[in-house]
């Protein structure tokens, strides 16, 4: 008849439309407490007397367990005593480049490896953002004057370069694998939705965009310093140095990623553990 309807145990319903006007008591239905789980494991900060600028990634140098190198995401590595004690003063400056560095977006240094015969080749490896279209990604060699104490900016060589199309899903993770060849993450060129065609580059053989890859930076391939191992997939193909190529890139090792930001190498086993954000 146009007014309001009643039913027994429920608030009334008006012509304004469907629906409760007021939230039904039901002291029965508590959600449980949340389950403490005891696993015996704490976060204790190791370094009480130190603070980073966006730390974004803490390593150290082969068969060097004295000191500590950390990475900041504007550009530079700095390197302490490993001592609980360590204090600010004894921080030291290992290599600047951040008026080269872009840390916009997700873009930043993102990188670091050292060679893997350190100490005895003390060589420093980095991977940072620059000024592109918006971003590029840039793979580096550095080297020292002073037995590794510092590494000079000055000393730059360039392994590979690659084009960022949007400022997120950079990847940039570096590592030297049990093999001893480098391994570089790139993702898959950002942006949202993966709207690079139907197959993405993720799966776009020839892009780097997307893939996990593997060099030998141990010898050159005429004026790029680097060689491809020849259990890479497509190892007989011409180098994708500059980003792309016209056929599949030799350089890749992996593929059918979307932005493999952290991964690592068991110690023990040698098997590559890689996160990746996905994409559904």
């Not at 409760?20 to 002291?27: D, G, K, V, Y």
């Not at 900041?72 to 080269?100: L, Q, Y």
């Not at 560095?101 to 003390?122: C, I, Y």
Request: proline share 9%; aromatic share 8%.
């Amino acid at each position: 008849d146009g007014g309001a309807a009643v039913d027994a145990g429920n608030p009334p319903l008006t012509d304004a439309g469907p629906g409760l006007l007021s939230r039904p008591a039901n002291p029965t239905c508590l959600a449980p407490q949340r389950p403490m789980l005891s696993s015996g494991v704490q976060v204790t900060r190791a370094f009480t007397g130190l603070t980073f600028s966006l730390p974004m990634l803490l390593l150290q140098a082969p068969a060097t367990p004295d000191h500590v190198f950390v990475m900041e995401r504007a550009g530079v590595v700095k390197s302490f005593p490993n001592r609980p004690d360590a204090g600010t003063p004894e921080v030291r400056t290992v290599i600047d480049i951040d008026a080269r560095v872009n840390d916009s977006g997700e873009g930043g240094l993102l990188g670091m490896a050292f060679h893997p015969q350190w100490p005895t080749r003390k060589e420093l490896f980095l991977s940072d953002s620059r000024d592109g279209s918006p971003l590029v990604s840039v793979i580096s060699r550095f080297r020292t004057t002073d037995d590794g104490l510092t590494f000079d900016p000055a000393s730059e060589e360039r392994l590979l370069e690659l084009d960022q199309p949007y400022t997120n899903h950079n990847g940039g993770n570096i590592a030297f694998g049990p093999d001893g060849f480098l391994y570089i993450g790139f993702g898959d060129g950002g942006s949202g939705g993966d709207p690079w065609g139907a197959i993405g580059n993720g799966q776009n053989l020839q892009t780097l965009l997307g893939k996990l890859l593997r060099i030998d930076i141990g010898g050159s391939t005429g004026a790029v310093p680097y060689r491809i191992p020849a259990g890479n997939p497509y190892a007989g193909n011409a180098l994708c140095n500059t980003g792309t190529g016209a056929q599949s890139c030799p350089e890749i090792y992996a593929y059918g990623l979307r932005n493999p930001w952290r991964w690592t190498f068991d110690r023990v086993s040698g098997e590559l553990w890689l996160a990746d954000v996905g994409q559904n």
